[in-house]
């Protein structure tokens, strides 16, 4: 799988989750997204790593692996900016204030990479430990 179809598939799994966990966590009457926005984001990168290192047969160079991480986190803010400006005017907000969304970006964004960047390389070493078992056993 080349670098473009993981980010792909994160795009469109990272959206598919998202919707599906905002979804049922408003049936479920929870106030906050937070956790499940954070538990969308864990999953499909730990996923699309994971997918990606099985079709390949390894993991990420260390040059793939920073720029898988700068995409998936490109891709992300630009869902975090939708969804920021969705919430906004549908919140009934005549216009957004630029300085307080810009900040929300930022911390969110601050976290998120954190985040990608951890289980970017989780995966790998989940991916190296069963590459080592299955060597040992066969």
């Keep these: 799988?080349?670098?473009?179809?993981?980010l792909w598939r994160f795009a469109?799994?990272?959206?598919?989750?998202?919707?599906?966990?905002?979804?049922?966590?408003?049936?479920?009457?929870?106030?906050?997204s937070t956790g499940g926005n954070?538990?969308?984001?864990?999953?499909?990168?730990?996923?699309?790593?994971?997918?990606?290192?099985?079709?390949?047969?390894?993991?990420?160079?260390?040059?793939?692996k920073k720029r898988a991480v700068l995409g998936m986190l490109v891709i992300d803010m630009a869902i975090q900016a939708a969804v920021t400006v969705a919430v906004g005017l549908f919140a009934?907000?005549?216009?957004?204030?630029?300085?307080?969304?810009?900040?929300?970006?930022?911390?969110?964004?601050?976290?998120?990479a954190l985040v990608i960047w951890f289980f970017v390389g989780f995966a790998g070493k989940q991916h190296a430990a069963a590459e080592a078992r299955r060597n040992k056993i066969g």
């Design 12 to 32: 469109a799994a990272y959206v598919v989750l998202l919707i599906v966990v905002g979804v049922a966590l408003n049936l479920a009457g929870a106030s906050s």
């Design 92 to 112: 009934g907000a005549t216009g957004l204030s630029l300085g307080p969304a810009l900040l929300v970006l930022l911390f969110v964004g601050v976290l998120h």
């Design 38 to 64: 954070m538990a969308a984001l864990l999953g499909t990168v730990a996923w699309v790593c994971m997918d990606s290192a099985k079709k390949n047969g390894r993991y990420f160079t260390p040059e793939e």
């Design 1 to 6: 799988m080349t670098l473009r179809g993981l």
